[in-house]
Structures are given as structure tokens and as C-alpha cells.
């Protein structure tokens, strides 16, 4: 994720457009240092894309003050203490998520930041999905009239590791080492259902370790302790109630690895990364239930298309010139460390409704206090 969607499509791209357009119409051209542990493989991603500075002293590239912003797509576990260093050096902080292992650290970022006045954005990469933003034009033209539901499908099928590599690595599975599907997910369902229908009031959710013995990168098999699929029911401020499943053990029959149904008294959508379909109220079919007779009707020849009118740019690369602007001039960019400890927040009370087999509420927050 940090080299594909960050590096290569993301900052490289913004580089070699001549930079990001700020509000006066000019361009400010970026500088990039990579980071990591290994100065071989670093030399390497270094002369492949023309990148002059890299390092594997994360503390002397905080020290200086050519570097303004911290960018961390590190494993969970490492996250809190390096962007605690970084903003100990006052470098503006952009972090993946989920920004911490607990939201007690999360929401502590959040106060650190605030205390020393940096700017501090976390990946809200879904919410640019050309699906999900035409989902938003959908609700902002009053398209579903009251909504009464949303239905989530996410997964695929992540191989063991034993007659196929797995898609994913081994960490995953490891909830000792941060894995964990909750943890990786519902931190993405807490911002989608947050900016598109509304604060999530309560959850309850049912995990599984449904393969218990994956085999790791080192051809050995291990133990897997975090859990590779969640099913879990939120209640969403207005009576909106949503549902969605989330697997890595699932084989995928649908057009896209994401999709969700969004119902209302006006008409439905069907929304994915890509491709959206609606349906409308006065062009909604009437079903009648016949187990005695096979079907003949075709349901999904029921619902229309929306046509791709606009040009969709990388999710990734959107945000990352957002939150470029936001340090240069102050531009808008709403989805700070506090919008990340909410993400936290939600899948710490997906794991406790599981363990507790109660449904879990969440505390109200002030949305205006970022």
C-alpha cells in the first residue's frame, strides 16, 4: 500500500505533474525522502523512480528542517511512536489507519497534535471511490427520500499459503502482531458511514477465525489468532440500520470485491468502487413470493445504470493533494487524527460486542470540535 497507492500513484504522480495547484492557480512542486530499513532495497525503489534522498535514520530525517510532513505506512504496531516522534519535531503528520492499536493512544495523537498546532490528516481512501461519490451525489439530491438501510459486502478469498501464496501478509492473522480483520476494516466503515449517512451509535458484530493454520512467507505453518471475518450490525444516527459483512474467506459473485445497498422510501442504490445502479420508487417492480413456480423474472434488468460523467482521479492521490493544500494554504481537510480514533474507537466496540455478546454504544462526539 505504501509503495503502489502512496509512492507510485500518489506522489511520484503528483511530482511529475509539476505539483499540486494551489487556490491562485500556480503549482507548488513537492520533495520526497523515502525511509525504511533497508538502504539496498531503498537504493533500489531510489534510482527506479528518480528519487534523490532516502534514508534509514528516521531521527536525523526529523531533525531536519527541509522535511515539513511525515507521511507513516508502517504496520500498526510501529505507528504511535513514530508519529509521536514526528510531532515532537513539528513536522505535520499523515498517517494510513488505523492510527493506533487502542483508541486511548489514538485519541492521544489527537491532543498531541492539537497541542503542538501541526496539521494531521489520516486516509479516508473509500470515501473517493467513484462508486461512493456517486452515492454521495445520490443522497445530497434527496435521491432515497428518508433512508432506512444500508447493506455492506466486502472480501475475497485470501489464499492459505500452502498450495498458493497468500494475497496478504501473514500479520494479518496474527492478532499479537495487530492483525486482525476488525481491526483493519471497521476503521473504514466508521469514516464511509460517518461522512455519508451519519454517526454510528452502536454496533454489534460476530467475528471468526474460520481458517485456523495459514502457512507464512517463510513456507511454515502458523497459528492464526486474529480473526478473517466480521459480520456486523451498526445503528446509524436518523434509524438507519446497516449491515455488512466483512471476509477474507469469502469467494467473491459480484461485480466488484466491495458493493452496498443503500434503501429509501424514494428508490435503492447499488454502489461499488466503480459501477453504481438505482432504482427508483415509480420503477420499482412488484415481487410476489411462488416457491412452487421457478423464477422468470429478471430482477437485476430492473435497475439503471449511472453513467461515469466525470473524471475519477486515484482516491489516494485526491486526498494527498488535499491534505498537500491543507499544509501549504490552510485548505479544508476534515479527516484529522480525531476522525482516525473514531475509526479505532468503532472496532475496539466491534471486538468487545464479540467477546461480550452484547451490542456495544458509542459515545456521542461534537463534530465541530476537530
Do not use: C
Not at 538502504?39 to 533500489?44: A, D, M, R, S
Not at 493454520?213 to 434509524?239: H, L, M, N, P, S
Amino acid at each position: 500500500m505504501g509503495y503502489r497507492q502512496h509512492l507510485v500513484r500518489s506522489l511520484l504522480a503528483i511530482r511529475d505533474q509539476g505539483g499540486v495547484v494551489t487556490s491562485d492557480g500556480t503549482r507548488q512542486q513537492i520533495e520526497i525522502m523515502i525511509i525504511g530499513r533497508n538502504e539496498v532495497t531503498l537504493k533500489e525503489l531510489a534510482d527506479k523512480h528518480g528519487i534523490e534522498h532516502y534514508t534509514t535514520d528516521l531521527d536525523a530525517a526529523l531533525a531536519d528542517p527541509r522535511w515539513q510532513i511525515y507521511f507513516d505506512a508502517l504496520v500498526t504496531q510501529a505507528r504511535v511512536k513514530g508519529i509521536k516522534k514526528a510531532i515532537a519535531a513539528g513536522k505535520h503528520v499523515y498517517t494510513e489507519k488505523p492510527t493506533a492499536e487502542s483508541s486511548e493512544e489514538a485519541f492521544e495523537l489527537a491532543r498531541l497534535a492539537t497541542e503542538a498546532g501541526i496539521k494531521n490528516g489520516v486516509v479516508h481512501d473509500k470515501l473517493y471511490l467513484p462508486g461512493l461519490q456517486k452515492l454521495k451525489r445520490l443522497i445530497d439530491s434527496g435521491f432515497f427520500g428518508q433512508i432506512l438501510s444500508v447493506r455492506g459486502e466486502f472480501g475475497y478469498w485470501v489464499f492459505e499459503g500452502d498450495w498458493q501464496d497468500a494475497q496478504r501478509p501473514s500479520w494479518n492473522y496474527r492478532s499479537e502482531d495487530g492483525g486482525g480483520i476488525i481491526v483493519d476494516m471497521f476503521p473504514h466503515w466508521n469514516y464511509v458511514f460517518e461522512n455519508l449517512f451519519g454517526r454510528v451509535e452502536s454496533v454489534y458484530a460476530r467475528t471468526a477465525t474460520h481458517i485456523p493454520t495459514r502457512v507464512g512467507e517463510d513456507g511454515q505453518a502458523y497459528k492464526a489468532t486474529a480473526d478473517d471475518a466480521a459480520y456486523g450490525v451498526f445503528d446509524i444516527e436518523g434509524g438507519i440500520v446497516a449491515q455488512v459483512n466483512s471476509s477474507w474467506v469469502v469467494r467473491v459473485d459480484r461485480k466488484e470485491l466491495v458493493e452496498f445497498q443503500v434503501d429509501g422510501t424514494l428508490g435503492s442504490a447499488v454502489v461499488g468502487l466503480f459501477g453504481a445502479k438505482i432504482q427508483p420508487r415509480n420503477a420499482t417492480p412488484r415481487p410476489t413470493w411462488n416457491p412452487d413456480l421457478a423464477e422468470t423474472h429478471d430482477y437485476t434488468a430492473d435497475w439503471l445504470e449511472i453513467p461515469t460523467n466525470d473524471v475519477f482521479e486515484n482516491g489516494f492521490k485526491t486526498q494527498w493533494e488535499q491534505f498537500l493544500l491543507h499544509v501549504i494554504e490552510d485548505a479544508p481537510h476534515p479527516y484529522d487524527f480525531l476522525a482516525g480514533a473514531r475509526g479505532v474507537l468503532l472496532a475496539e466496540a466491534g471486538l468487545e460486542s464479540n467477546a461480550t455478546g452484547r451490542r456495544i454504544d458509542l459515545p456521542p462526539y461534537d463534530p465541530t470540535q476537530r
